[in-house]
């Protein structure tokens, strides 16, 4: 399930519970892209309870700055809303899966 978010308090709910990866990302970023296809052909069919929540950095400039993204795509697993992973660059669907455990 893919949920476009803009503002500090959108993705706060959206990573409250369950399982959750933010994906910060821009439409112009090749490595974006590429892990964009890793989330919806690996991880959305691996993990069916995963919300993906994303997040443009040029439509939401100063969420990505909040979360202090310095380069994309940048990830961040939540789990019940606590943060247990973050990874920058394309990530294996594998190494993602594992800071869910």
Known sequence: MHKEVKTAAELEEAVKTGEALVDFWATW????????KIIESELEVQMPQ???????????????AKFGVM?????FCY??????GEFIGVT??????????
């Open 50 to 64: 995963l919300k993906v929540v994303k997040v443009n950095v040029d439509e939401a400039p100063e969420l990505a």
């Open 29 to 36: 970023c090749g490595p974006c892209l590429m892990m964009g």
């Open 71 to 75: 380069s994309i795509p940048a990830l």
């Open 79 to 84: 789990k019940n809303g606590v943060k247990c």
């Open 92 to 101: 294996d669907a594998k190494v993602i899966r594992s800071s869910f455990a």
